[in-house]
C-alpha cells in the first residue's frame, strides 16, 4: 500500500467522523476577494443592502440552495445591475452572476451551487448608480457517510 | 518492519480505536432506544414507531422532492413516461400495447415489489426487463442505466402516497384487468409461502450478519443507532420509501441495490454485485419491515 | 447550434398587468468541472453550462452566468414583472456554444 493513498484513507475515514483538519490544497479568503477586486476596481465595496440565504450547515455539498435578494426599487433610475456569488474555499471563486433589469421587478436569484468545504461565500451587488454593495455567509461542510468512494 | 507494514498496522489500530468509541457510543445509544422500547423485529414494530428519512430533510431538500419543478428526478420520470410509449423488440410492443395507460394500469404495482414471479424473486426492475425480454422480445436494461431507472421511477411514481405492501403468495390475488386475456396473469404465482419466508429470513439474516473491514451490520446503525449522527449526517432508519431516489451525493437517480453497495462500502465490504440475490434478499427484507409506509419515489437524498 | 437537454420551465399561466411573477427552470446537466476523476482515475472532460438567458416576447428582462460552482442539474430561479401577454422563453447555453431553450405561453390582462 502506498504512503499517500493510506494517508489518504485514514483522512477520508477521519473526515467522516467530521475530524480531518483540511490540508488547505485550495486558495483561501484570498481567492474570493481577489475575484471582488476584478469586479470593482478601485471602487469601494460597502456592506449592506444584500440578503445572502445559505444553510449554515449543509446537508450536502453536492448542491445547496442558496438565495440572492437586494434591496432596490428596481426602477430605471435605481435598480440592481447585477449580482456576483463568489467562493473562498472552492477550486475556482466564480458561482454565479445575476444580471437584472427593471423588468425584473424584484433583484431576487435562487439557484443550487457546489461547495467543496467548509467555508464563506461572499455576494457582491452593482447598482446602476455604480456603487457596490455587499455581504457574506459562513458554512459548514462535512463528508458524507457511505458513498462510492473506496 | 517495512513502511507499508508499519501503515497497514497503523491503519488496523485505528480502525479498533474508532469501532471502541464507536461501541461505547453505541451502548449508550442502544441502551436509551432498548428504554424507549423499540423493537429490532420488523414484524413487530408498531407503525409508530417508524419513521421515513424524508421527516429529517432540510427545508430545501424536502421542498425540492415534494415539488416536481425542483425534483431532478422529474427528468427520469418524463424519459420513463416516453420509453412506456415506445415500441420496441421483436413483438414491435410498447408497456402500452398491453397495459393501457400507466396511472390506471401500474397503480398500485411498485409497491408490490420485490415480489416471486415465476419462482424467482424479482424487484421492479427485475419485472421490466422481464416483460422487455419475455412480452415485448428486446434486449433487457444494463443495470442502474437511465432507461431502466426512468422506467422504474416513472412506475414507482404511479403508486406515490400508497402504502408499500410487498406481495405474498398467501395473499389473496390480484387481478391485472389491463392485460388481455390471453396473457398469462404473472403476478397470480401461488407459491408455497414456505419459499417467500425462506428469502425473507435469508434477507433479514443479511442485514444483521457483520460485514467488512468495519465489521459491521446494518442493523448496528439503522436499527441500534437510527438518529445519532455519524459525523455530520443522520443516521436513517433505512426505509426504502422513496426508490429510485435523487441523492445530491451522486447528483444523479439510483436504485436500492447502488444504494446498498454504499453502504457495503462504507464498512469496506466487498460490495454485492448488481442483481445479485443477496440485493434482491435484503430489498424484500427492507420492503417488509417497511411495510405500511407510504411510497415517496422518486424521492430526494442526501 | 441546438444542445438535446432536457429543460423545464415553471411560470404561471396567467397574471394581472403589472404583477411580479416567479419563473423558474431546470435544465438536465451533470456540470462536469473538469477537476472530478472517474472509477478509472482518468479525468471526466469538463461540460459546463454556461449561461441562462430569458426573453419575455423576445426582449432579454433576466440572464445568469454559471460557473463550476453551481451544482449539478441547475436551477435558477427568479422574478420578472407580467407586462403583457406572450411567450416567456429560457435559453441555456454550454462551453461549446450550443443552446438549448423551452417555452411556455402566459396570459396577462
Redesign the interface.
Known amino acids: 500500500?502506498?504512503?499517500s493513498e493510506?494517508?489518504r484513507?485514514?483522512l477520508g475515514?477521519l473526515?467522516?467522523?467530521?475530524l480531518a483538519p483540511w490540508s488547505g490544497a485550495f486558495a483561501q479568503a484570498d481567492q474570493a476577494q481577489a475575484a471582488i477586486r476584478a469586479l470593482v476596481m478601485d471602487a469601494r465595496v460597502r456592506a449592506g443592502r444584500v440578503g445572502l440565504e445559505i444553510?449554515p450547515?449543509v446537508?450536502?455539498g453536492?448542491?445547496?440552495?442558496v438565495s440572492l435578494q437586494v434591496d432596490s426599487p428596481m426602477t430605471e433610475q435605481d435598480h440592481v445591475r447585477s449580482v456576483h456569488?463568489f467562493?473562498e474555499g472552492?477550486?475556482?471563486p466564480?458561482?454565479?452572476?445575476?444580471?437584472?433589469?427593471p423588468?425584473?421587478?424584484?433583484a431576487?436569484?435562487?439557484?443550487?451551487?457546489?461547495?467543496a468545504q467548509s467555508q464563506r461565500v461572499w455576494a457582491v451587488a452593482a447598482m446602476s448608480d455604480g456603487s457596490f454593495w455587499q455581504t457574506s455567509a459562513e458554512t459548514?461542510?462535512?463528508?458524507?457517510?457511505?458513498?462510492?468512494?473506496? | 518492519m517495512g513502511r507499508a507494514a508499519l501503515h497497514c498496522r497503523f491503519q488496523a489500530e485505528l480502525f479498533r480505536q474508532i469501532r471502541r468509541v464507536m461501541v461505547s457510543v453505541g451502548v449508550c445509544v442502544g441502551l436509551a432506544t432498548i428504554i424507549s422500547g423499540w423493537h429490532l423485529d420488523a414484524r413487530a414494530a408498531e407503525p409508530q414507531g417508524r419513521r421515513s428519512a424524508t421527516l429529517d430533510l432540510s427545508r430545501d431538500t424536502r421542498a425540492m422532492q415534494d415539488d416536481d419543478s425542483l425534483n431532478p428526478a422529474t427528468f427520469w420520470r418524463l424519459d420513463g413516461e416516453a420509453l412506456w410509449r415506445e415500441r420496441v423488440g421483436h413483438a414491435n410492443r410498447s408497456c402500452a400495447s398491453c397495459h393501457g395507460e400507466a396511472p390506471d394500469a401500474m397503480k398500485g404495482v411498485a409497491v408490490q415489489f420485490p415480489k416471486m414471479v415465476a419462482g424467482q424473486l424479482l424487484n421492479l426492475e427485475g419485472q421490466i426487463n422481464r416483460c422487455r425480454s419475455m412480452r415485448q422480445g428486446a434486449t433487457r436494461f444494463a443495470f442502474e442505466s437511465n432507461p431502466l431507472l426512468s422506467m422504474a421511477i416513472f412506475i414507482g411514481a404511479q403508486s406515490r402516497g400508497l402504502p408499500i405492501a410487498p406481495a405474498r403468495p398467501m395473499d389473496p390475488v390480484i387481478p391485472v384487468p389491463t392485460l388481455p386475456q390471453s396473457t398469462p396473469l404473472v403476478n397470480a404465482e401461488i407459491h408455497s409461502d414456505s419459499a417467500w419466508k425462506s428469502l425473507l429470513e435469508t434477507g433479514r439474516a443479511l442485514y444483521t450478519r457483520r460485514m467488512g473491514q468495519l465489521n459491521l451490520a446494518c442493523v448496528h446503525c439503522h436499527d441500534e443507532r437510527a438518529g445519532a449522527r455519524l459525523g455530520g449526517n443522520l443516521i436513517p432508519q433505512a426505509h426504502p420509501t422513496g426508490y429510485p431516489i435523487y441523492r445530491l451525493e451522486w447528483n444523479a437517480v439510483g436504485s436500492l441495490q447502488r444504494r446498498l453497495r454504499n453502504c457495503m462500502i462504507g464498512v469496506r465490504a466487498e460490495p454485492f454485485a448488481f442483481g445479485a440475490p443477496e440485493l434482491v434478499q435484503l430489498e424484500l427484507y427492507l420492503m417488509e419491515r417497511a411495510r405500511g409506509m407510504d411510497l415517496e419515489t422518486p424521492a430526494v437524498r442526501p | 447550434m441546438s444542445l438535446p437537454l432536457r429543460l423545464l420551465l415553471t411560470v404561471p399561466r396567467s397574471a394581472r398587468r403589472g404583477e411580479i411573477i416567479e419563473v423558474r427552470a431546470l435544465a438536465q446537466h451533470a456540470m462536469e468541472n473538469g477537476l472530478r476523476h472517474d472509477q478509472n482515475g482518468q479525468v471526466v472532460p469538463r461540460d459546463l453550462l454556461r449561461q441562462v438567458t430569458f426573453l419575455y416576447n423576445g426582449t432579454e428582462v433576466f440572464r445568469a452566468d454559471l460557473h463550476t460552482g453551481v451544482a449539478a442539474n441547475p436551477l435558477i430561479q427568479f422574478n420578472t414583472i407580467a407586462t403583457e401577454s406572450g411567450v416567456l422563453t429560457v435559453i441555456w447555453k454550454d462551453d461549446e456554444g450550443r443552446d438549448a431553450q423551452t417555452s411556455s405561453r402566459i396570459e396577462v390582462s
Open positions: 500500500m502506498k504512503v493510506s494517508r484513507d485514514c475515514f473526515a467522516a467522523f467530521g444553510p450547515l446537508e450536502n453536492h448542491s445547496v440552495v456569488l467562493s472552492n477550486p475556482l466564480g458561482i454565479l452572476t445575476a444580471y437584472f433589469t423588468r425584473s421587478g424584484r431576487t436569484v435562487t439557484s443550487r451551487i457546489r461547495l459548514l461542510v462535512t463528508l458524507s457517510a457511505c458513498t462510492e468512494e473506496r
